[in-house]
């Protein structure tokens, strides 16, 4: 057992592996290795750091380690609601943390259960943060009840501003229009963290990074989305197999050329392009978020399972077009066959 | 006062804290970061200078000198120092770094793994 004879002050020193003549880091006080080093390090670092031997777990747990990394990755977890539901969750900041920063990756339909089993929280938050270059320039907390019959019969949609709403951002809008969607491709990032308070449960629906970024032909805007792909219905072909839960940043440019955010909204829509209503999202969203986590760089796996969902769309598209070209032939082959038993029985006569 | 304890060191004669080699490391710091206070990329380019010759695990040598010697500069360099090196590394890695052994229950350490396997992707190589 190592310990310091002379100060500075000690508190509890932890025990010591003897690692052949190299001093392991347990010589190191708790309060050091607590308050200068797991401060200083990330989420997944952290976590790492405490899958390492126990010592280093029981002082990974603190909440105060996590709840920083989670506020200061999450500015918007930083209000008293949110505070209050990330402490009821089973490990606090720590599960919330865990639950928030993967992507999802349940794309699996095992996790079947009835679906009056999905839908019993009565509301959902959503922390919501845009950041341009790394640096926050939006925050928002919405709070959505999702018990009454005109959330979950209407399309499932949830804005985060009021129609005459605008946000200014410090992103200047380049000479050619295509610069700027670049520059909004490259640069603007979004969390849309779903918080369920009864549940405990959380999860991050946005691909961090834009999967598309699109000018409107016709208005000029520019329509960014990050979209993350959930498995929905569990029969193979329906159009609801695979879901994307999409966030849309519609922005416009102000006077001052800068980009001006108009409208932020989440929607979830099947691979017909329908939108879901809100009791058929809630059920996706609910079971997603029991369902395991993956994948810890968001943006290239965000962006390849968008491709992989539009590549799904496409062909989903194109086999109603050879089915519906099928039906036509054989419409055609059955009129045309009608057609000529009439005649011929005419002129037998 | 930063020296008091420097002095105290020198007067202790059964030091096991802190060996002549850290020592030669830690102590010259604060004459080299009153020297070039104003510019901070010099002091950068020493600091990295410093620490291309010393081993992983003499880090942790440097920051029990630091600590001995009430230095909050050379601690907190040393310590970010360490935060950067374990960061986006494996379990594994950190462990080696840190020369420590894992003492968890056989179905302690599975339910934590389990627990943080996204953690454990796209580590960089050790």
Redesign the interface.
């Known amino acids: 057992m190592a310990s ?5 002050p000690t508190t509890t020193t932890i025990t010591t ?1 003897n ?1 052949g003549s ?8 708790s309060d ?1 290795l607590q308050t ?2 797991l401060t ?6 952290l ?11 029981t002082l990974s747990s603190q909440e105060a380690l996590w709840t920083k990394i989670c506020n200061s990755m999450w500015p918007s977890t930083n209000t008293p609601r949110i505070r209050h539901v990330i402490s009821t969750f089973p490990n606090g900041p720590h599960s919330f943390f ?1 639950d928030s ?2 992507l999802l990756t349940n794309l699996d339909h095992t996790n079947n259960s009835p679906q009056s089993h999905h839908d019993r929280t009565s509301e959902l938050i959503s922390a919501v943060d845009v950041y341009y270059k790394g640096n926050l320039i939006f925050s928002k907390v919405i709070e959505t009840e999702t018990v009454t019959g005109w959330f979950k019969c209407s399309p499932f949609r949830f804005d985060l501003l009021d129609p005459k709403d605008v946000v200014p951002t410090p992103i200047k809008l380049q000479d050619d229009d295509d610069d700027t969607c670049r520059d909004l491709e490259e640069d603007l990032e979004l969390s849309w963290i779903l918080i369920d308070p009864i549940g405990r449960r959380a999860m991050n629906v946005s691909s961090q990074k834009p999967v598309s970024v699109q000018r409107h032909w016709l208005s000029g805007e520019v329509h960014v989305r990050f979209a993350t792909i959930l498995a929905g219905d569990h029969h193979r072909g329906s159009s609801s197999e695979f879901v994307q839960c999409g966030v849309v940043i519609t922005c416009g440019a102000s006077q001052g050329r800068v980009v001006l955010i108009k409208e932020m909204s989440l929607q979830v829509e099947d691979m017909d392009g329908i939108h879901l209503n809100g009791k058929e999202s809630l059920v996706i969203l609910q079971r997603a978020m029991e369902g395991k ?5 968001r943006e290239e796996e965000g962006r390849k399972r968008f491709q992989e969902f539009l590549e799904r769309k496409k062909e989903r598209k194109e086999m109603k077009l050879r089915i519906e070209r099928r039906l036509d032939m054989l419409c055609v082959a059955f009129g045309v066959l009608g057609f000529a038993t009439f005649w011929l029985f005419v002129l037998c006569r | 006062m930063k020296f008091c ?1 420097v002095k ?1 060191y020198f007067d ?1 004669e059964n030091n ?2 802190v060996t002549n080699g850290i020592a030669t490391t830690v102590i010259p710091l604060p004459n080299k970061h009153l020297k070039i206070k104003a510019n901070n990329k010099e002091m950068e380019q020493y600091e990295q200078e410093l620490l291309r010759n010393v081993m992983p ?1 003499e880090l ?2 440097l ?2 000198a630091a ?2 010697l ?1 230095f909050k500069e050379a ?2 360099f040393f ?2 120092t ?2 950067n090196a ?6 594994d890695y ?2 080696k770094f ?7 229950e056989p179905g302690e ?1 599975e339910k ?2 389990k ?9 960089d190589e050790d």
């Open positions: 310091l004879s002379t100060p500075p592996v690692e190299a001093t392991s880091i347990s010589a190191v006080h050091i200068h080093i200083r390090l990330d989420g997944p670092t976590a790492s750091a405490a899958c390492t031997c126990s010592q280093l777990n865990s920063f993967p986590k993956g994948i810890k760089r | 304890t105290q202790d096991n804290n695990q942790t040598k920051i029990l600590n001995y009430n601690l907190d310590c970010r360490v935060a374990i960061q986006n590394k494996s379990v950190v462990r840190f020369g420590l052994e894992s003492d968890f350490e934590l793994c627990e943080f396997a996204w953690s454990f992707e796209g580590v």
